[in-house]
Each structure stands twice: as C-alpha cells, then as structure tokens.
C-alpha cells in the first residue's frame, strides 16, 4: 500500500514511487516518510533544489547492490572465458619480466 503525501510534502514526482521532498521539510514529516519507504516508494531529499540524499528501503537496496555484483561476476566470467580460449604468447622478454618483479616488491615493501 503507497502511503500517498499532501501537496505540501511533495515538491515533484520523479518516478510513481519516488518523491522529492525539501530537508527541512522532511524533517517535520520523518515518521510519514518512514511509512512511504517501508510500503516500497523512494524518497529525494532536496536541499537548494538539488538532490542530496535518498530514502530507499534495505531490501531494494540490497537488491540493486546484487544485481550490480552479478553483472561484474559476469563480466569477469566472460573475460575468464576468453583467457582459456586465447593463443598463449611467447614469453616475457628478461627485462619485462624484471620490471614486474621490482613492481611486486616495490609495492610490498610500500606495505
């Protein structure tokens, strides 16, 4: 159920559930707010008419989050792919292979 605020709360729609609301006056209306997030709406805190902060539940958080994760578990599990499937290249030239070592233990000595 989307606890619907009064034209004095909402400044402007963004989405069908989320709002834009002033800090200030959020403050006033914190436990309505609380109830809008929890029936699943999103909230914008304004402040000088800029977004500054957003009220989101935790479970679409948590889901946004995922779903972001997932897409970088696919995205290395494709460059994995590609990896098993390449030609090898010859080896590393002595220097290049020197430059890599002094890079590890530059940055281990750095710890």
Do not use: F, N
């Amino acid at each position: 159920m989307v606890i619907p605020l009064t034209s004095y709360y909402v400044r402007s729609c963004i989405l069908l559930y989320m709002s834009m609301i002033t800090v200030t006056e959020a403050r006033k209306s914190l436990p309505r707010l609380v109830d809008q997030v929890q029936s699943g709406q999103e909230v914008t805190l304004t402040r000088h008419g800029q977004p500054v902060a957003v009220l989101i539940h935790p479970d679409s958080l948590a889901r946004r989050r995922t779903s972001a994760i997932w897409g970088e578990v696919d995205r290395i599990e494709q460059a994995l792919e590609q990896a098993r499937t390449a030609p090898v290249e010859a080896g590393l030239s002595g220097e290049r292979a020197e430059e890599l070592v002094d890079g590890i233990r530059a940055e281990r000595d750095e710890r």
